[in-house]
Nanobody, 120 residues
């Protein structure tokens, strides 16, 4: 079992930046950041391999978001720049024993989520 705890969410204005953190209780898993807006399905935003050598982004965040990790701290980060109104969602981190994938079913462990709200 792996516990994941997200932090760093909040209320920001469009164009601002925010950094999310996800602390894992153990392990060097492939990690993903997903987000879920009200009334919508949970969607993949970014993923990173266990070593950090492979990253992958959804087209909607590519060029604005950066995923990274510090394995010494068992922590994964999501740097979000140039935030848009449509980035408003609950953001979840998730862990997978496999390679980076975009589908939720490949991720076994999930955090509780952190709210990100972007206002105009």
């Amino acid at each position: 079992q792996v516990q994941l705890v997200e932090s760093g969410g909040g209320l920001v204005q469009a164009g601002d930046s925010l950094r999310l953190s996800c602390a894992a209780s153990r392990g060097t898993y492939t990690m993903g950041w997903f987000r879920q807006a009200p009334g919508k399905e949970r969607e993949f935003a970014a993923g990173i391999s266990g070593s950090g050598g492979i990253t992958y982004y959804a087209d909607s965040v590519k060029g604005r978001f950066t995923i990274s990790r510090d394995n010494a701290k068992n922590t994964v980060y999501l740097q979000m720049d140039s935030l848009k109104l449509e980035d408003t969602a609950v953001y979840y981190c998730a862990a997978s024993p496999g390679v980076v994938r975009t589908s939720v079913e490949y991720y076994l462990y999930w955090g509780q989520g952190t709210q990100v709200t972007v206002s105009s």
